[in-house]
């Protein structure tokens, strides 16, 4: 079956930590995307790629890092310059420009 | 700057009760307008997508309209499985890169 994983589904970070989210589709889309979800509000997006080894900044990168070395894999890492990691992180992928498809998502809770 | 605001923020249906959900957006040129539904702690799941202002889309209990400004989310006689939070997103024209501009969303709960 074609879709998106992400992993894990819960994460837990102490202050100072780096942490890295897991993304893989087997839809063979070039375009993927990393969206932050807080209550009460729309998702916003964090970074997006539409090609191997290219990324783009969204609207809230500032403390995000992302690589694109595969196709299939988009992970995202949030570093300890992120001082409100507290949410829930989707990924999406999709052919350049065409409907947008997401994973399950994963919870990352600081402690 | 684009925006896109949905209303009510929440929904109280009782089963069988009809209603609509608004997507209301201004932005510089619209590609597509879309819609998902979201349930507790998982992801989006695409709904539909709208092109052109008078285009409508069906699925089982759901249609959605567009006109130039706006779009709705019609539930014809809800079911408690239709319970969940649904979501409108934007598409630019201009932009090739596909990015969304999200609304907040509505949460919907129908009770038996």
């Known amino acids: 079956d074609g879709g998106i994983t992400q992993s894990p589904k819960y994460l837990f970070r102490k202050e100072g930590q780096n942490v890295t989210l897991s993304c893989e589709q087997n839809?063979?889309?070039?375009?993927m995307y990393w969206y932050r979800q807080d209550p009460g509000q729309g998702l916003r997006l964090i970074y997006y790629?539409?090609?191997?080894?290219?990324?783009q900044k969204g609207d809230i990168a500032e403390g995000y890092s992302v690589s694109r070395e595969k196709k299939e894999s988009f992970p995202l890492t949030v570093t300890s310059a992120q001082k409100n990691p507290t949410a829930f992180y989707l990924c999406?992928?999709?052919?350049?420009?065409?409907?947008?498809?997401f994973g399950p998502g994963t919870r990352l809770t600081v402690l | 700057e684009d925006q896109v605001t949905q209303s009510p923020e929440a929904l109280r249906l009782q089963e069988g009760e009809s209603s609509s959900l608004n997507c209301s957006y201004t932005?510089?040129?619209?590609?597509?307008l879309f819609w998902y539904r979201q349930d507790p702690g998982k992801g989006p799941e695409f709904l539909f997508t709208l092109y052109s202002a008078g285009e409508e889309k069906e699925k089982e209990r759901l249609k959605a309209t567009l006109t130039k400004k706006e779009s709705f989310l019609h539930i014809t006689a809800p079911k408690p499985e239709d319970s969940a939070t649904y979501l409108c997103?934007?598409?630019?024209?201009?932009?090739?890169?596909?990015?969304?501009?999200f609304g907040a969303g509505t949460q919907v709960v129908v009770t038996p």
């Open positions: 997103a934007v598409q630019v024209t201009g932009d090739s890169w596909g990015k969304l501009q």
């Open positions: 790629s539409q090609i191997v080894n290219d990324f």
């Open positions: 839809l063979n889309h070039d375009a």
């Open positions: 932005v510089s040129g619209l590609r597509g």
């Open positions: 999406a992928s999709s052919k350049p420009g065409q409907t947008q498809y």
